[in-house]
């Protein structure tokens, strides 16, 4: 029996799980949440019956009989949307950032477990190809004890999302989220000290430019810069810029967006594959669910073990204000 969802939010990523519930015989969309009539109004073009569709989440939930909830609003409607959901004893899965406070997630966590109702954040990121080669290659100890992360990320100024543009520190919210929670994946373990400053140049949005300094429980220390104004960058890929660099005891590793390549010894620098795309990471999140709500497994991407990456991005804001080192684990209750 498939899998009955419900999704609020009809925005770009709300109409992806659409799809991906759509193409999934595991799942089956019931209904469809927004608060814009006009949103709505579109779905026609999804293939929605307007009948499914709702401009609240609890109209949604009294007139439709579901298993799970994915939240895919504005991040500043995420509680009452994941509370609304859990109140119902439904199954969620909330796209990430999972909240803008620490301890809004903290409650949410502790609301779902009280209930043995499974959480999920859509940390998509970290199982991108090249994310998961680097989880490979150093649970695999190729690299050897790292010592040093270095991570670049550049964007040219562009449209966002209204909501997302109009955040004090949008480039952090918007990308820095996703680095934070993928280091920790990829290197499994806890962030323990940070220093940050989130900044920009004049006349550009506060805090479109980020750089942090993570200390990791086990020694190992990563710098990370990200920006969304740096000029010039239109005619890479996406308009992005990424490159990555992983220096071990053993090799150095080379991370860019669609190559990877290994610097053992003496040895001249040789191309890692990132391996087959089989699914979209949203598959990947969502057979988390369904075996969260079939199996009662833990899910990867559990709401707590995001505590972790939401107390480094609270610690990278406390840091850049207050002007000094944060652990993060102090932030935790």
Request: proline share 4%.
């Amino acid at each position: 029996m498939a899998i009955r969802v419900v999704v609020v939010g009809l925005g770009p990523r709300g109409r992806d799980w659409v799809r991906q519930i759509q193409s999934d015989p595991a799942f089956q969309l019931v209904a469809a949440v927004d608060i814009d009539r006009d949103v709505l109004q579109q779905t026609a073009s999804l293939g929605i019956p307007a009948a499914n569709c709702f401009l609240t989440l609890d109209e949604a939930l009294d007139r439709t009989s579901c298993d799970a909830v994915i939240v895919a609003t504005t991040v500043g409607q995420h509680e009452e949307a994941c509370l609304t959901a859990i109140a119902h004893r439904l199954a969620v899965l909330v796209e990430k950032p999972f909240t803008m406070h620490l301890d809004t997630a903290l409650r949410l966590v502790c609301a779902a477990e009280e209930k043995g109702l499974p959480l999920i954040v859509g940390q998509n990121h970290r199982y991108l190809r090249s994310w998961r080669t680097v989880h490979r290659l150093i649970a695999e100890d190729v690299l050897g004890r790292l010592g040093l992360v270095t991570c670049h990320y550049y964007r040219p100024p562009h449209r966002m999302a209204a909501a997302l543009a109009s955040l004090e520190n949008n480039v952090l919210w918007g990308y820095g989220v996703h680095q934070l929670d993928a280091l920790r994946y990829v290197l499994s373990q806890r962030i323990t000290r940070v220093s940050a400053d989130l900044f920009s140049r004049p006349q550009i949005v506060k805090g479109a430019s980020m750089q942090a300094i993570l200390m990791f429980e086990e020694g190992t220390r990563a710098v990370v810069t990200a920006s969304y104004e740096s000029s010039g960058h239109e005619f890479f890929e996406r308009g992005q810029e990424f490159y990555a660099r992983f220096v071990g005891d053993r090799a150095t590793l080379h991370v860019f967006q669609r190559w990877l390549f290994l610097c053992e010894g003496r040895k001249l620098p040789r191309p890692i594959a990132r391996g087959a795309r089989r699914e979209p990471e949203e598959r990947l999140l969502l057979r988390q669910l369904a075996r969260a709500i079939l199996h009662g497994e833990q899910p990867d991407c559990s709401g707590r073990d995001n505590l972790q990456t939401m107390a480094a991005v609270e610690a990278c804001v406390r840091s850049s204000a207050e002007r000094r080192w944060i652990n993060p684990q102090e932030l935790l209750p």
